[in-house]
Each structure stands twice: as structure tokens, then as C-alpha cells.
């Protein structure tokens, strides 16, 4: 059961037919929306205070309403895009659809999700890149990850199989791109090359490597154990946060990210995580605006998750209430002021995401 107890009748269409070729144990999202569909929901409503159950409800039918914007712009070859970066957008639309409890090819966004994820695992290239849409290894990250949580769930054994043997090169691709000395040893950059690193791109490959393995995919000790200690030194003690980049000041989305990795990594428990979260629990969240706007909150809600009720009050429900309140009538969000024009597909499966993380059925929403 999640953190906060919660589940939505209405969230949650999949039931428990979703196919699964081999045992649910391997496939964690699958196992875990399974169990949570034989939780009686007067156990779980009995948990929730009426004003909760009031954001809740709110936040589900704003998610409901982005998702269907996206089933919507869905092309007809499976790719959800209006905008830049299709590989992308199309990953991040996947990853909203499966945190709001979707199976593919079941209830009520099911094709739309298959149709996606298929799409999604052909767009590699040879070597299982997938950056080549200008989402560089940002992309590839994301991609990486919106298949982990995937694998397992599509409606035949042999579509799994497809996506398993995407993965694998897939996470090759992100083993052999981490940087192996110097000092920005234990980092990913922008392309698949070692060389310099920065947190941001870190986190994505950091975050798909934890769901390869979930997927049963080894991953080698030394490549853990060096992203474990590039995000380390990424902390500034003086500020109380992560930056971008070893020895340099902290910024704002990474001071999320930070915390979320640490914890995603089974570090949580570290002064330097603890202090952290301390720190971002003092820090006002619900603003709208800036230049990293979706990428941002995605980090803060889900730390906000890792930090228990106080990051929930105090990080979740305020950029819960600001996203409703600038959701369109057509259910996609726009962008937010001062930020990137990357399209509305981004911003709103971003959104999603964010909407989405109290209820945290997907792997990443968790420690």
C-alpha cells in the first residue's frame, strides 16, 4: 500500500486481468497495482480527512482530464506528441498513464498506452539510443524508464520480449556513458559519450538503471556505487542542498532531485539526505513560473512523498492546488510563464506526473 493509504475507484480501471507472463514478482508495478486492487477501499477512505478527500478528488479528474488531452494528440502510429521531442513526450505521456494506474491494453486509456510504449521501444537505434530526437541523454533516461515500468505489463509475451531486449542495450547504453574518472567521476552529461557530468541528466539515468533493476537487469555494483558518490559530492553543505554540478552552488530543481536519488539509491538516511529534505521543507512550493516550471515540481512532489506528511502538506498540496488551478478547458496545461517551449504534450504529461505521484504506483514514486 502506498504511503498515504489512498486509492481512487475511479483511478484505477485496470482490475486485476492484467496479463503477466511469468510470475508478478518480476515486475514490481504490476505486482504492486495488483495488490492494491484487493485493498476494500473503505479501509483506505476510512484514512483520509474530508479536506484531503476533497484535493483528492480534485487532483484525480484534473489527471483524468490531461490524460485524456493526451489520448487525444496520439498520432495514429502510437507516438503522443504536440511539440518538440517525441521519443520524450511520448515516454513521459506512458510514464503518466501507468502512475495513474493504466495497464496496457486494459480499461479505459489501455490501447493508448500500448499503442505508445510499442511505438516508443522501436525509436532506438542499433545500439538501443534513444536521444536522437534532440532529447539527448535527458531522453534517454526518460525512455529507459517509461519501458522498465512497462515491461511485463503488455498483452503478449512476445511485446515484452521485445521491450526486454530494447532494455537491455538500452542500459548498456547508459553503463557505458557514465563518466569513469576525474572529477566529474560517477556522472552522466548530455551525450552517450563519457565526459563531464551534471545531476540533471544523472537523475534520469539513476532513476532508469533503479528500474532495470526491477526488471531483473544487472546492473554492475561499480556503476551504482560511482553515481552514489557523484550525487554525494553535488551536496553544498553551506546551502543545504544539491547543485548542478560538484563544488558548485545549489539550484533549485536540484535540490529535489538530490533528495529523491539519494533516497531512490537507499541513501536516505544520510546526514547530508536528511539535511537536505530538513532544508526543502522550509522553502515555498505552489509558485507558477520559472524556466524549469514541470521538470522541477515532478522532483519536489516526489521528494515531498519521501519526506512524509510534513513534505506533503508542505511541497505536494500546494503544487497540486496551483497546477488545477491553470489546467485549460481542453485538459493539457500550458507553459508555464518563464519557462521552455517544449509543448504541450511535455507540460502536460509532466502534470500528470505530478497529479499523479500521491497515489504512488510507480517504483520511482517510492524509496
Not at 520524450?88 to 503518466?96: D, G
Amino acid at each position: 500500500m502506498n504511503k498515504r493509504g489512498h486509492q481512487h475507484s475511479g483511478f484505477y480501471p485496470g482490475g486485476a486481468q492484467a496479463y503477466s507472463p511469468i510470475p508478478n514478482s518480476s515486475y514490481p508495478l504490476l505486482g504492486l497495482l495488483l495488490s492494491l486492487a484487493l485493498i476494500p477501499p473503505s479501509t483506505l477512505s476510512a484514512q483520509t480527512t474530508p479536506v484531503e478527500s476533497i484535493l483528492e478528488d480534485r487532483a484525480v479528474k484534473s489527471c483524468e482530464r490531461g490524460l485524456a488531452y493526451l489520448a487525444e494528440i496520439q498520432n495514429t502510429d502510437g507516438a503522443i506528441v504536440k511539440g518538440q521531442y517525441p521519443n520524450v513526450c511520448t515516454a513521459l505521456s506512458c510514464m503518466a498513464l501507468m502512475a495513474s494506474g493504466h495497464f496496457p491494453g486494459r480499461g479505459k486509456f489501455g490501447k493508448n498506452l500500448e499503442r505508445g510504449i510499442l511505438w516508443l521501444a522501436k525509436q532506438a537505434d542499433a545500439k538501443g539510443y534513444f536521444g536522437n530526437d534532440g532529447g539527448r541523454m535527458y531522453g534517454h533516461g526518460m525512455c529507459t524508464l517509461a519501458l522498465t515500468e512497462a515491461y511485463g505489463m503488455l498483452s503478449s509475451r512476445r511485446d515484452n520480449m521485445t521491450v526486454r531486449d530494447v532494455l537491455e542495450k538500452a542500459v548498456n547504453v547508459i553503463v557505458g556513458s557514465q563518466t569513469p574518472s576525474g572529477h566529474h567521476q560517477g556522472g552522466w552529461r548530455y551525450n552517450p559519450t563519457p565526459g563531464d557530468s551534471d545531476l540533471s541528466v544523472t537523475a534520469w539515468q539513476v532513476q532508469a538503471l533503479r528500474g532495470a533493476q526491477n526488471c531483473q537487469i544487472s546492473i554492475p555494483r561499480d556503476t551504482i556505487a560511482r553515481a552514489i558518490d557523484y550525487i554525494s559530492r553535488c551536496y553544498h553543505r553551506g546551502a543545504k542542498g544539491f547543485g548542478y554540478q560538484p563544488g558548485g552552488g545549489r539550484t533549485d530543481p536540484m535540490r529535489s532531485a538530490g533528495v529523491v536519488l539519494m533516497h531512490t539509491l537507499k541513501e536516505g538516511e544520510r546526514d547530508i539526505v536528511k539535511e537536505a529534505g530538513e532544508s526543502l521543507l522550509q522553502r515555498s512550493f505552489g509558485s507558477w513560473g520559472g524556466g524549469y516550471y514541470f521538470y522541477q515540481n515532478f522532483y519536489s512532489a516526489t521528494a515531498g512523498l519521501m519526506l512524509g506528511e510534513a513534505g506533503e502538506n508542505k511541497i505536494n498540496i500546494p503544487i497540486e492546488k496551483t497546477l488545477i488551478a491553470h489546467q485549460r478547458e481542453d485538459g493539457s496545461w500550458p507553459r508555464a510563464p518563464g519557462g521552455y517551449g517544449a509543448g504541450e504534450a511535455y507540460y502536460t504529461a509532466f502534470s500528470c506526473l505530478i497529479l499523479a505521484a500521491r497515489f504512488q504506483y510507480l517504483p520511482i514514486y517510492q524509496e
